[in-house]
């Protein structure tokens, strides 16, 4: 198979098809995968989806999550957590958080 370059991939093109905007630095389910929304995406409209680098994410409550562990998006809590069961994965985190932190520092796979 002939391979055709067709971007460096940190920022892809995503299709908003929900009835509501996404707003700009929205964690953002794309099937198995995550990324945040670079701009606001309009309903129906098509914005930036972010899908590497290292970002600030809202961590499930009463969890300690520690540095390298792999973490999840658990779109019922809206949050990051080290429960792989039925979340998405989303990278794993740079930094460890203590059970009150209400965020924890995520390295995206890109």
Same mark, same amino acid.
């Given at each position: ?16 098809? #929900? ?20 701009? =606001? ?7 930036? &989806? ?11 409550? =009463? ?14 809590? =809206?949050?990051? #957590?080290?429960?792989? #069961? ?12 203590? #059970? ?7 390295? &995206?796979?890109?």
């Amino acid at each position: 198979m002939k391979a055709i370059y067709w971007q460096k991939g940190d920022a892809i093109d995503f299709a908003n098809a #929900t009835e509501s905007t996404i707003p700009a630095n929205t964690l953002v389910a794309l099937g198995t995968h995550v990324g945040v929304a670079g701009t =606001d995406i309009p309903a129906g409209g098509t914005g930036t &989806l972010l899908v590497s680098g290292v970002w600030k994410l809202a961590k499930k409550a =009463d969890e300690a999550i520690a540095a390298g562990v792999d973490v999840y998006f658990s779109a019922a809590d =809206d949050a990051v #957590t080290a429960t792989a #069961t039925e979340n998405i994965a989303c990278g794993y985190a740079i930094a460890s958080a203590a #059970t009150g932190d209400g965020t924890v520092l995520v390295r &995206l796979p890109g």
